[in-house]
């Protein structure tokens, strides 16, 4: 028999902790828990029940939807538009902020997510995850939640978390007070504590890239790796290896795991297409890094803090450094002596 602590048992403790917590949270927090199961159910039958391939349709960002891409983003806000935690609801897969339906209440939280992450790899039976940011409605904010109040810096996400379905799923998530990891029990259909306080060694000898764009980075990047490429006969004087799974979500699990260094960084390409990055600031940047600095790692454009942005649309990019914390000093002092 399994003894060991549910996602739910966990969250109940932690809110033990706060002093009038209302259980708001930890509802919320169950219906993000439900939607992920769901999803993760639609992904594991792929082609027996008929989800994978392309949807007829285009996001905001003008790529074409999986199929599972709109079946994740449906059984998401169906999950959680209904049980009153939420004020209103934001997805990369939605042009502007959802609405809940008249029938149900507001809540004080913003939910903001992306359903399916790396939905490209559904194809090839790749991992792919959902993840999720959770921000307070700010005071004093009344009538139906606008744009401008999901706007905030990721310094004030409450939560931020995400689900992994790869050979098992997996829910990693952070309140401000560590990292946790949860694995799913099919046997009784929970989350199950299994990563408690999840660390990043703050050294590695693993970076993850996607180097068909190396003649488009900019120096900094270009020596960072270079560096690493030259191995035990270059400065770094030890041999790396790489890794690119193509969904950020099992990128960042990986040095989440065992240390690494993730980078999306803006390049000429993306510029020309003034793009000032490829992963949106909202919900693919701001949760992974909340994830990562609560686990030990760091998080930063080049030269910014990501959750110090300041972010001025729901679906903003940004450049990526994340993970193992000497690594990511390193390639920041690239940028700062390049400036
Ligand atoms: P998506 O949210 O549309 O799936 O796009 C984000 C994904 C990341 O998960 C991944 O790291 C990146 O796009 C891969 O991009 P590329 O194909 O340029 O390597
Ligand atoms: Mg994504």
Redesign the pocket.
């Known amino acids: 028999m399994h003894t060991g602590i549910t996602i739910t048992e966990f969250l109940i403790e932690e809110q033990r902790q706060i002093k009038k917590a209302s259980g708001d949270f930890t509802g919320l927090i169950n219906d993000v828990v439900i939607a992920c199961k769901a999803i993760a159910s639609a992904v594991r039958y792929g082609s027996l029940v008929g989800v994978l391939g392309t949807a007829d349709t285009e996001?905001i960002?003008g790529?074409t939807q999986k199929k599972l891409?709109v079946i994740s983003n449906n059984l998401f806000i169906r999950r959680n538009e209904w049980g009153g935690h939420v004020a209103a609801l934001a997805s990369?897969e939605m042009n502007d902020v959802y609405h809940l339906p008249v029938q149900y209440p507001r809540g004080k939280y913003l939910l903001i997510f992306?359903p399916?992450?790396?939905?490209?790899?559904t194809d090839v039976n790749g991992a792919?995850g959902t993840i999720f940011s959770i921000l307070r409605r700010p005071e004093g904010a009344t009538g139906e939640a606008t744009e401008d109040d999901f706007l905030q810096p990721g310094t004030r996400q409450v939560c931020a978390g995400y689900a992994l379905y790869g050979p098992s799923t997996m829910m990693v998530l952070t309140t401000g007070h560590g990292t946790n990891g949860f694995t799913l029990d099919q046997r009784i259909g929970e989350f199950i504590l299994t990563h408690p306080n999840m660390l990043i060694p703050q050294d590695t000898q693993e970076f993850s890239i996607?180097a068909?764009?190396m003649r488009f980075w900019d120096p900094p990047v270009r020596r960072y790796i270079d560096e690493c490429l030259e191995g035990k006969e270059g400065p770094r004087r030890k041999d790396f290896n790489m890794r690119?799974?193509?969904?950020?979500?099992?990128?960042v699990h990986r040095v989440l795991c065992r240390g690494g260094v993730?980078l999306?960084p803006i390049d000429r390409k993306l510029r020309s297409k003034n793009q000032e990055g490829?992963?949106?600031l909202m919900y693919?940047a701001n949760p992974m890094s909340f994830i990562v600095e609560q686990a030990g790692g760091l998080s930063s454009t080049g030269t910014q803090r990501i959750m110090e942005l300041q972010p001025t649309g729901l679906h903003q990019r940004c450049p990526v450094i994340m993970g193992s914390k000497n690594e990511v000093e390193r390639v920041i002092s690239y940028h700062l002596e390049a400036q």
């Not at 399916?116 to 790899?121: A, I, M, Q, T, V």
């Open positions: 996001n960002q790529e891409d990369e992306d399916l992450d790396g939905s490209s790899n792919v996607n068909s764009y690119w799974a193509g969904a950020m979500i099992a990128d993730f999306y490829k992963l949106r693919e």
